[in-house]
């Protein structure tokens, strides 16, 4: 059986769990631990992600685009439910 690289099984978690890509920058942890089949290293994954993109010391270009991911996140999840 071939070993499913990290990242692919990291989205595919995500994906069957109904989340898109981009959800995963706004996703808590407390909804995290509810996907099913998701790892302790997973999690460790999404919060280390999120840190990165939403800390002061990213680029301003850089944090430009990730706020302006979330906000559409945030607008999809406003219109959608």
Excluded: D, H, W
Aim: glycine share 4%.
């Amino acid at each position: 059986m071939k070993k499913e690289r990290f990242e692919q099984r990291f989205f595919r978690i995500f994906t069957e769990a109904g989340y898109s890509p981009i959800q995963i920058l706004s996703v808590t942890p407390e909804e995290l631990v509810e996907i099913p089949k998701i790892t302790v290293p997973n999690i460790r994954a999404v919060l280390c992600l999120q840190n990165k993109l939403l800390t002061k010391t990213i680029p301003v270009r850089g944090k430009r685009r990730a706020e302006a991911l979330l906000n559409e996140v945030n607008r999809q999840r406003r219109e959608s439910g």
